[in-house]
């Protein structure tokens, strides 16, 4: 046999081997992230160097991080998850998928953040909010409630990410504070108002500066991201009135999980994010609220409900399939 | 399970290199057989050509002997060693039978010497050099000595060929298996190489079995012929002798020109619209008799039987003898003299028979 | 001598077509291909019938399931419309006129082939708009394309390619006096090649749109990108929140696919155009172009701009943006992952092509139509639609896990050698034809005289074919190489921790409209294209050289 085919044949075998090791060596933590890669990569990177750890990483969106855990159930290789919804993190708590975390970890935070059970805890805090196009949007004319979104003068002009978390940590709030019917309605005559889905916050953001769209509705943090880079990026963003369920207030938070074979280092990356440096990178890189007791200010305007009163995820799939967004 | 399991294998001649008996090969999806109950045997030193029609099955044939093709029956032999039977089926690499396929098969990433060489293993020669050594051997017995850096793609077809042979050769076999070994090269290189096989095979005494389609080949260069026609031996012998005793029309005009004349025998002679004809053989009724084209003489004197005078209809001058065509009570006919005899266009001759009359099988009609 | 040796009775009789069905060793790696595929597409049912079957009921069969298939088959027509409408003109041009330029205009054509759909996409996405490369560079704001126009736009610039190829090789076959003939009776030239040629092409129009409708169904980049709801995108949505849905939605893409192949055969059926005598062998006189010639240069040119110029320049200039000093995404893991799945992947899939090309072009035991079949089947990983495959493998991985491993372990589920399998069979057929066409070159009797010399079917294999065969083997294994370096879907769906490719990178970048950061992903995808399109050419190229 030629000795170059010998070789490449030889050189593959390797690679097939490399491929087929052990799935994880003793010293690694598998994380399921329902935060995305852009957010989370180099913050990981960094609780890397400081602890040792190997960090094995699995990006998704945060619902089908949630399903995927349950479908996996005690054969799940993650030991942390994190999540952008205290809904998906609710749902796994009360599938008993979420071990305990020690109480002098969530102490830090103020426990408005944390699960009635002590097992999830949030690590930064984020607003909905009010994105609109300065250039075709007034900003006196602007909607003083998320309900006003469905009159016929912002037909065909908003934007919404119906399988973003954070959207569905909204709605699952509006059916708790103003029941199921008014969501669904509120949903369906925004589908009629001619609301445009987006897959993600940020391109919602891009279609307004295009000028695809005049109003959306992200996160808070996005647009920092595209004003960093841009001062001139034609997008601004506003609460609505005080109180109203748009301006929702949303933890991203992490927990252990129950088949973690290293929990020990699982409660070291957790409260890697509630520590200074953690909560600096959520702040300053991200533009997210922070969650530790001394530094957490209340959001301004945001309506009074308990987090923990909003885990019925499941629910808010099923509302948003039968009017036909997901 | 064929019945052929409770059968001994077949006494073979011991002088006999190569046999096969009962030999019958069907292609898949075809209904016809390749090849149909075929059995022959190749002496030492002697070239058998198996020589046929296309599409006859003697390409098939010698498939299944170098074991490239799975018989459904039969025996096949080499030497004292069974190459097949109904318990056996040696592959190809284990007949030790040298083949030279028609186009050559010259492998064309290996230069001249390393083609010879590929058959030699360590069972040859046990060291590389004395495997060289073999090769060059094998090169110089067919004339290609000095040539075993060459690339076969720079060789001539004549060349080429030779390689395929010192290739076969080179392992030591002393059965030779050659497809139409001639027909890729123009006809003058033809007549040199098949007296170099001639005389090769006369040198070391290997047994050949030779597939042609050309006749001439087979009757100059072989001990004996085997006739093929739709996958069926039809007859064998020594080239003479099929050409001037055809058991059917089919070997007769296969071999040769000639002309068929119905007739009605009575013993040693029979009635054609010749008149009477002297026959080889004893017959009895209606006969169909092969009359060669030489075996036929003009005879001028047309007064003594009207009834079987023919007109000259067409002259063809060869050289060294003229080919007539005659027509005889709606037949054409071809009678072939020497330059003496001559006839012109338009004449009324007689024909005569200088030979008896072969007595042939009516075979005309099947395909 | 007469021997004891009688006649046998047994009649003589060729084995029945089934048995020749039947795998042995010859047909054997093309069964495994095949089944390979159609196996774990068994588990999709078994995930489609996981939970709660009256709500997956009620969510499959709702009107948004319905609205997405019209998507996805309006797409597929539109598409389908769009690239015959470019090829066929375009390979008329390079073909059959006098137009300057067209010997290289027929290879420069094809390269678009190398361009992956997303990468369309990106440089759509990100020249168009108030903060498109093209605005910000020469302050003229481009519409920006996405929904269904960008969708179309990205598709049919990525495979008008395919029908091209087969347009142009299907004009150069024509035999130029049906032409000749149909003018002689009265025919204008139009409407000679109306009623003469463009008949002929149908064959070549319907295997290449059968390749394009397949892409289309199989798409997920663009359309995920472009935010067309077509099965893929519902499928990767729904895989989230509902996956016996999504399970569902797989099975309907796979009807869909299996629909259109059973339509091509059907159409094909009947209309082989064979020459009824042979051809003359010549092309007929170039039809002149006049003064149009120059526009028509410049509308293939513009064409080609568009298709190859565009995602080259995009990349590049956004290549050199400030990006976002939180993403840090070296280039290092992502290129190392893709080559982990990549290199084994390429060899593997060769080493399968080999004995199933041997097959195709061998027909040896089997008859013609049994080995046609049997290779077919081989391409069944190739039309299966990426996301389809992958959902169906990771049911299958989950199922055999839960069976044969204990509990909290996992051996298959999110494995890499699960991702080289899926890589495996779907680029199998990539592999196949370099490796087809060597084999095609190769004298089968040179196989035969090697065993005749003493050679085992194994040495005279790889000492006489395997040599021969290496400029195929190589031209193959390259081809799946630079391949599954770009595969999206599979990659999506299938990619274990810590295996996030090149392409995953760029497409999951693109989709945040973080241009700058996906930019040097779309740069290296591109320069791989490159080398995709230079080993096609090259083994091109050693064909026609080897032909003499």
Redesign the interface.
């Known amino acids: 046999m030629h000795p170059r085919f010998v070789l490449i044949t030889a050189l593959a075998a390797c690679l097939v081997a490399g491929g087929i090791r052990t799935p994880a060596p003793a010293d690694t933590l598998t994380v399921y992230s329902g935060r995305s890669k852009s957010f989370m990569d180099a913050l990981l990177d960094r609780f890397e160097q400081e602890s040792g750890h190997t960090v094995r990483r699995v990006y998704d969106k945060t619902a089908a991080v949630a399903l995927k855990l349950q479908t996996e159930g005690d054969r799940s290789p993650a030991d942390v998850v994190l999540a952008q919804d205290a809904g998906a993190l609710g749902a796994l708590s009360r599938a008993g998928l979420l071990a305990p975390l020690p109480a002098p970890l969530t102490a830090t935070v103020d426990e408005r953040f944390v699960s009635n059970r002590g097992d999830w805890v949030a690590t930064s805090l984020r607003a909905r909010t009010l994105a609109y196009s300065t250039e075709r949007v007034s900003a006196n004319a602007l909607p003083q409630s998320v309900f006003e979104l469905t009159d016929e003068k912002y037909a065909g002009r908003v934007g919404f990410a119906p399988a973003n978390a954070s959207f569905q940590a909204f709605i699952t709030a509006m059916r708790a504070a103003h029941g199921e019917d008014t969501a669904r309605a509120w949903l369906l005559a925004m589908k009629r108002n001619g609301v445009q889905s987006f897959p993600k916050n940020t391109a919602i953001l891009e279609g307004i500066a295009a000028g695809e769209i005049d109003l959306g509705l992200p996160n808070h943090y996005y647009l920092l991201r595209f004003t960093e880079k841009d001062p001139g990026f034609p997008v601004a963003q506003t609460g609505f009135a005080d109180g109203d369920i748009g301006n929702l207030v949303n933890v991203a938070g992490a927990a252990v999980l129950n088949t973690s074979r290293q929990p020990e280092a699982a409660r070291q990356l957790v409260a890697f994010l509630l520590s200074a440096p953690g909560q600096a990178w959520f702040v300053d890189q991200i533009h997210e609220h922070p969650v530790s007791r001394d530094a957490a200010a209340p959001v301004r305007g945001a309506p009074a409900l308990n987090l923990n009163a909003i885990d019925d995820l499941n629910g808010t799939l099923t509302l948003l399939r039968e009017v036909g967004l997901l | 399970?064929?019945?052929?399991i409770l059968?001994?294998?077949?006494?073979v001649?011991p002088d006999h290199r190569l046999c096969i008996?009962?030999l019958?090969c069907?292609?898949?999806?075809?209904t016809a057989?390749a090849v149909?109950?075929l059995s022959l045997c190749v002496a030492a030193g002697e070239i058998l050509a198996l020589l046929g029609p296309s599409g006859c099955g003697k390409t098939t044939t010698l498939r299944c002997i170098?074991?490239?093709e799975r018989a459904?029956?039969g025996?096949i032999r080499h030497g004292e060693q069974v190459c097949q039977n109904a318990s056996t089926f040696l592959?190809?690499?284990?007949?030790?039978?040298?083949?030279v396929?028609?186009?050559y098969?010259l492998?064309?990433?290996l230069g001249v010497l390393d083609n010879v060489r590929?058959?030699l293993?360590r069972h040859h020669a046990p060291t590389r050099r004395g495997r060289t050594d073999l090769a060059r051997a094998a090169l110089d017995r067919v004339g290609l000595g000095g040539l075993d850096t060459r690339r076969v793609q720079e060789l001539s077809g004549g060349q080429q060929q030779r390689v395929a042979l010192a290739?076969?050769l080179a392992?030591g076999t002393d059965v030779l298996l050659l497809d139409e070994p001639f027909s890729s090269l123009d006809a003058g290189l033809r007549g040199g190489l098949r007296q170099n096989l001639r005389e090769l095979v006369d040198a070391t005494g290997i047994g050949v079995i030779l597939v042609t389609h050309d006749r001439e080949e087979a009757m100059s260069i072989a001990h004996r012929v085997a006739l093929l026609r739709s996958g069926n031996l039809l007859q064998t012998g020594r080239p003479e002798a099929v050409y001037r005793r055809p058991r059917s029309a089919f070997v007769a005009t296969f071999l040769g020109e000639t002309n068929l004349l119905e007739g009605d025998a009575a013993g040693d002679v029979a009635n054609t619209p010749l008149g009477m004809v002297e026959l080889d053989r004893d017959a009895h009724g209606p006969v169909l008799l092969s009359l060669r084209p030489e075996h036929v003489a003009f005879d001028f004197d047309v007064s003594a039987d009207l009834r079987s005078t023919v007109r000259v209809i067409a002259r063809e001058f060869k050289g060294h003898d003229l080919t007539y065509r005659v027509r005889l009570h709606g037949q054409t006919l071809t009678v072939q003299t020497d330059a003496g005899a001559l006839a012109r266009l338009g004449d009324r001759v007689r024909l005569r028979p200088v030979a008896p009359a072969c007595v042939v099988e009516d075979d005309r009609q099947t395909p | 001598m007469k021997s004891a040796f009688c006649r046998t009775a047994t009649p003589l009789r060729p084995p029945a077509p089934w048995i020749r069905l039947l795998p042995d060793r010859a047909t054997l790696p093309a069964w495994a291909a095949g089944l390979g595929v159609l196996v774990p597409l068994c588990f999709l049912l078994v995930a489609g019938f996981t939970g709660d079957g009256a709500a997956v009921r009620e969510t499959v069969l709702r009107p948004r399931t319905f609205a997405v298939i019209g998507r996805t088959l309006g797409l597929a027509a539109a598409v389908l419309a769009a690239t015959t409408a470019l090829a066929l003109p375009a390979a008329f041009l390079v073909v059959r006129t006098d137009l300057r330029l067209r010997r290289l205009l027929s290879v420069l054509l094809v390269l678009p082939l190398a361009v992956p759909g997303y990468l369309l996409a990106f440089a759509l996405l990100s020249v168009g708009g108030r903060y498109g490369a093209s605005a910000r560079l020469t302050g003229f704001e481009l519409p920006r394309l996405q929904g269904f126009t960008g969708s179309l736009i990205a598709l049919t610039l990525y495979n008008f390619p395919y029908l091209f190829l087969t347009f142009r090789t299907a004009l150069r076959r024509l035999d130029p006096t049906l032409h000749e003939a149909a003018r002689a009776l009265g025919h204008g030239p139009w409407r000679a090649f109306r009623a003469a040629e463009l008949p002929q092409l149908r064959p070549a129009f319907l295997a290449g749109g059968l390749i394009v409708v397949l892409h289309v169904l199989g798409d997920f980049g663009v359309v995920s990108l472009m935010r067309y709801e077509t099965f893929s995108v519902l499928l990767y949505g729904s895989l989230s929140f509902a996956p016996a849905y999504a399970a569902w939605i797989a099975l309907m893409m796979l009807g869909t696919a299996g629909g259109f192949i059973v339509l091509e055969v059907v159409l094909l059926r009947g209309r082989r155009f064979d020459p009824a005598a042979p051809g003359a062998g010549r092309l007929p006189r170039p039809v002149a172009l006049g003064p149009a010639g120059p526009f028509l240069l410049l509308a293939l040119l513009g064409l080609l701009a568009v298709a190859v110029g565009l995602p080259l320049a995009t990349s590049t200039y956004w290549a050199f943006q400030p990006v976002l000093g939180f993403v840090n995404r070296g280039l290092t893991d992502p290129a190392l992952a893709s080559l982990t799945v990549s290199l084994p992947t390429a060899v593997l899939a060769t080493v399968l092509a080999v004995p199933i090309a041997r097959l195709a072009v061998r027909r040896r035991r089997a008859g013609a139509s049994v080995s046609q079949g049997l290779e077919r089947l081989a391409y069944a990983g190739y039309a299966t639609p990426g996301l389809a495959f992958g959902l169906a493998l990771t049911a299958m991985a989950l199922t055999l896990d839960r069976l044969f491993v204990s509990a909290g372990q996992t051996l298959l589920y999110q494995s890499l050698p699960l991702m080289i399998y899926a890589y495996v069979l779907h680029f199998l057929a990539e592999a196949i034809g370099p490796v087809r066409t060597a084999f095609q070159q190769i004298n089968p009797r040179l196989e035969e005289a090697a065993r005749t010399l003493g050679r085992g079917r194994v040495a005279a294999f790889c000492r006489v074919t395997l040599p021969l065969l290496r400029p195929g083997i190589a031209a193959s294994a390259a081809l799946v190489f630079l391949s599954a370096m770009k595969e999206l879907p599979l990659a999506v769906l299938l990619r274990p921790a810590g295996y996030d490719t090149l392409a995953f990178n760029l497409w999951d970048l693109t989709g945040e409209g973080l241009y700058a950061e996906a930019a040097p992903f779309a740069l290296v995808i591109l320069v791989l294209s490159a080398g995709f399109v230079a080993v096609v050419l090259l083994a091109d190229k050693s064909n026609i050289t080897k032909t003499k």
């Open positions: 399970m064929p019945l052929s059968q001994p294998d077949p006494e001649e008996e009962h019958s069907a292609y898949p999806g075809q057989p149909n109950d170098a074991g490239l459904h029956l025996f592959p190809p690499e284990r007949r030790g039978l040298g083949v396929f028609q186009d098969a492998f064309p990433h590929f058959g293993t290739r076969a392992p």
